[in-house]
């Protein structure tokens, strides 16, 4: 069973542009959940998505969006980048609402 | 903000040593996870434990939870080299019968020489 897939795995954005990052999760998992990692704030939850639909958000700017699709890839937008975006950003997915979390490998946003 | 909060930041240890990582949270849970991430990569799951039970066990791991003091701790015995890494509790929070998202502290970086 493949695992959790996130693109691009690294990119290099300038202040005020806007990214895209995709996560595929593991076949048969509806749930999809994503964090921002950072050396100061440690992994900071971002939203998780159940079945198309936002279960829950963390404390970021409304510029962090997300959305589900209906084969349960997940795409997350961070617009007007600014330099404090700079992390790994990590998506992981579980089967249901609860248990255990699978994470892909990252994509790391550097923002110059 | 953080749910959990580890203790040790960072544990160097000699192969072979034992390993022990502690965990604090501060609202009831529904269970108590522990993940391992080897540097810049993606977390791994080591092993889950419910607010219902107090110890568990998996390999050279142990883990315990008491839910009284709001704490939780993860034992890995007989180390190795290849257990360098950063390793983070995570809870998920007991919203009164729903289940929220995973809350993981800063976790703890153990560096285990050969």
């Known amino acids: 069973k493949a695992g959790v897939t996130q693109t691009p795995r690294y990119l290099i954005k300038t202040r005020g542009q806007q990214v895209t990052l995709s996560c595929s999760p593991i076949s048969g998992h509806r749930s999809v959940s994503w964090y921002q990692q950072t050396p100061g704030q440690g992994l900071q939850f971002l939203f998780e998505?159940?079945?198309?639909?936002?279960?829950n958000k963390g404390n970021f700017p409304g510029r962090f969006s997300g959305r589900q699709f209906s084969n349960s890839r997940s795409e997350m937008n961070v617009s007007t980048l600014e330099l404090g975006d700079s992390a790994l950003y990590l998506c992981?997915?579980?089967?249901?609402?609860?248990?255990?979390?699978?994470f892909g490998e990252g994509s790391r946003l550097t923002v110059l | 903000s953080q749910q959990g909060e580890e203790d040790p930041q960072a544990l160097s240890i000699q192969e072979g040593e034992n390993a022990t990582m502690n965990c604090s949270y501060k609202t009831s849970i529904n269970n108590l996870q522990w993940y391992r991430q080897n540097s810049g990569r993606g977390l791994v799951h080591l092993i889950l434990?419910?607010?219902?039970?107090r110890e568990k066990h998996s390999g050279r791991l142990r883990v315990t939870l008491d839910t009284s003091k709001k704490s939780s701790s993860l034992l890995i015995t007989a180390s190795r080299a290849a257990d360098t890494a950063s390793y983070f509790c995570?809870?998920?929070?007991?919203?009164?019968?729903?289940?929220?998202?995973?809350?993981f502290g800063k976790g703890t970086k153990l560096s285990v020489k050969p």
């Open positions: 434990i419910r607010s219902n039970e």
């Open positions: 995570a809870t998920d929070r007991d919203y009164g019968g729903s289940q929220g998202n995973l809350i």
């Open positions: 992981a997915s579980r089967a249901g609402q609860t248990g255990e979390l699978f």
């Open positions: 998505y159940f079945s198309e639909t936002q279960r």
